[in-house]
């Protein structure tokens, strides 16, 4: 059995069809980049698996149950625009990620210290021990995009889902996340769904690089269906592209 199943799914928004029968398995520890035009439905994708929305129809599983409605639990989240909590500093938002999954959303004397110091241990190994008693405002956009990292990851979750992660950081910064979180991958070893618009970064990063696009296309009406994964690519070793094409795209309908 797969680790994450997804079966026949569907996903409307009234009558406006926007994922159309995807079907995808996942191993635990793969890497799975997302790419798709614009509007095709890939973050809806992502907040599907995380069960911020249940599907028109259709399955998820993960691990063999249909994925828990409380954050956190198994899956961490890193949106694009800083996920960060403005008000604490880089230590407690590290502490803040651990007690989203305590039972009283706290911690208090002897625990609040002890997940201080655990905290601590991972501000130095994403590299930001120096500015643990700083507010996320007086970090790089690099920097805020790793405590995000660092916050989802401390209540060490099965799966990533990065929804265009490092979409607003420059290209330096962004070469160094990539390595940042190649590192954390082999340590951990996560299972990772990652949205990007950046095919190279897809294929650099991803085992798998998965494409979304509507096989069915009607000219006088692109709404009219949804999309679903046409491309499953096998991005290990560099990738050869063109290997497994799931869909005929853009097939004109019968007259
Ligand atoms: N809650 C919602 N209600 C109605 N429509 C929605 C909702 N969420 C998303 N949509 C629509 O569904 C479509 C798919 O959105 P989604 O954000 O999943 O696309 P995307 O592929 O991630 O796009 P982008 O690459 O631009 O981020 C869009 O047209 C969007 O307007």
Known sequence: MSFVTV???FQSYGPRPILDRVNVTVEEGEFISIVGASGCGKSTFLRLLL???????????????PPAVEPGLERGVVFQRYSVFPHMTVRDNIVAGEAFQHRWGRFFGAEKRAARERADTVL??????????????????GMQQRLAIGQALTARPRILL??????????GTRLS???????????????????????S??????????V????????????????????????????????????KTHVPLPA
């Open 51 to 65: 069960a911020q929305e249940r599907p028109s129809r259709g399955e998820i599983r993960i691990d063999g149950n």
């Open 124 to 141: 130095a190994r994403i590299g930001l021990a120096h500015v643990a008693d700083q507010y996320p405002a007086t970090l790089s956009g």
């Open 177 to 199: 996340m990539h390595d940042f979180l190649t590192e954390l991958r082999a340590e951990t070893g996560m299972t990772v769904f990652m949205v990007t618009h950046d095919l």
């Open 212 to 247: 979304f696009d509507k096989p069915r296309w009607d000219p006088d009406d692109p709404e009219a269906f949804g999309a679903t994964i046409t491309y499953d690519f096998d991005a290990r070793n560099g990738g050869i592209p063109f290997q497994t094409i799931k869909e």
């Open 7 to 9: 079966e026949n799914l």
């Open 162 to 171: 990065l929804d265009e992660p490092f979409g607003a950081l420059d290209p």
């Open 201 to 210: 970064e897809g294929f650099k990063l991803g085992d798998r690089v998965l």
